[in-house]
């Protein structure tokens, strides 16, 4: 089974869901739910997390936090082992009750704050499992509303600071945004992460997706390569054209042998792009894509066997990957 892209990283913010297997229940009873709080907030602590709020379902559960140090999927492996496994004795059942790993959503800044996090407390409202967030007993709105009981690890400050002079005026407000959206249901902001792994502005996004083009490949996790920022043909061609100070007319001739500059091209738009053969093939003198397949295969054999043209290319990759 492929596994999910994990991007872990200091001060990263994350909307983070984690379901029963084949949608079973996670609790049976008020004592479940307990031990579960009781867990996440030991997570928190020990891991440093600042958690922004929490939902507990019945087959499964919420969390929008940020963590200081990059170990969500650390924090994350003690609540839900730990939690299954007392969940399992207690229950006298063994397997999983999780399916699979969690998922998480990164987040820019805490500019999606209120809108993630209203989405969490409204979580039992749309599964009309409550006519409003605070009559929930199993999720952080109840805290926002009397902050005297809020747990430490829980930091509705930054949530609701973000409007208002003072904590009473923001706290008000927070409320209002909330309950409207009890009588008309809002569009769900994790609807605009791309790929369902990013939430934040383009540019932001840029950045993420060049940093992930940094990494080595992974066949088992294929949403690395899909999410990676990937050069175009152009960019290749222009980016081969200034290494080795030529125009980039010289690499289309198609019957020039030891054309050392088309070699490259070809070869760093087949590792970097999703250009076709055919595509390929029609930059390059609108030869067959088989005769750019043969020479894709003699090109990759010199990347293995000769380490000035692996330097060059790596060169000339790193170039290409790094945001100017």
């Known amino acids: 089974m492929a596994r999910p892209l994990r991007i872990e990283i200091e001060n990263g913010i994350y ?3 984690s379901r029963g297997w084949e949608k079973r229940v996670i ?21 440093g997390w600042r958690v922004f709020s929490w939902m507990l379902m019945s087959n499964h559960f919420h969390l929008f936090l940020r963590t200081p140090d990059p170990n969500l999927s650390a ?25 699979g790993r969690f998922k998480g959503i990164l987040v820019e800044d805490e500019s999606h704050a209120w809108e993630l996090s209203r989405y969490v407390h409204l979580n039992p409202v749309r599964a009309k499992m409550a ?7 199993w999720g952080s709105y109840r805290d926002y509303c009397d902050v005297r009981k809020a747990p430490e690890w829980l930091d509705w400050q930054t ?39 990013f939430l934040g502005s383009p540019d932001w996004i840029l950045k993420i997706r060049q940093e992930l083009a940094d990494k080595p490949p992974d066949a088992n996790v294929p949403l690395l390569r899909e999410l990676s920022w990937r050069p175009s043909a152009d960019e290749v061609i222009e980016a081969v054209a200034r290494h080795y100070r030529v125009e980039t007319t010289e690499m289309t001739p198609a019957r020039r042998h030891g054309n050392h500059t088309r070699q490259m091209a070809i070869y760093l738009i087949r590792q970097l792009t999703t250009d076709s053969l055919g595509a390929v093939a029609s930059r390059f003198g609108g030869v067959s894509a088989a005769a750019i397949c043969k020479t894709a295969k003699r090109v990759n054999q010199r990347y293995d066997e000769e380490p000035r043209f692996q330097r060059e290319a790596n060169k000339i990759r790193k170039q290409l990957t790094t945001k100017s």
Not at 30 to 36: A, F
Not at 75 to 99: C, E, I, K, P, T
Not at 131 to 137: F, G, I, K, L, S
């Open 15 to 17: 909307h983070v869901t």
């Open 27 to 47: 609790v049976h009873g008020d004592r479940d739910r307990t031990d579960w709080l009781r867990m996440l907030g030991d997570v928190a602590v020990r891991y």
């Open 75 to 99: 924090g994350m492996h003690d609540l839900n082992s730990g939690y299954a496994s007392l969940f399992n004795r207690r229950h006298r059942r063994v397997g999983a009750l999780f399916q």
């Open 131 to 137: 006519a409003h967030p605070r009559d929930y007993a």
């Open 159 to 197: 949530v609701i600071s973000e409007y208002g002079r003072s904590l009473v005026t923001a706290r008000r407000a927070y409320r209002r945004f909330v309950e409207a959206g009890v009588e008309q249901e809002p569009d769900s902001p994790l609807a605009a992460a791309v790929a369902g792994t």
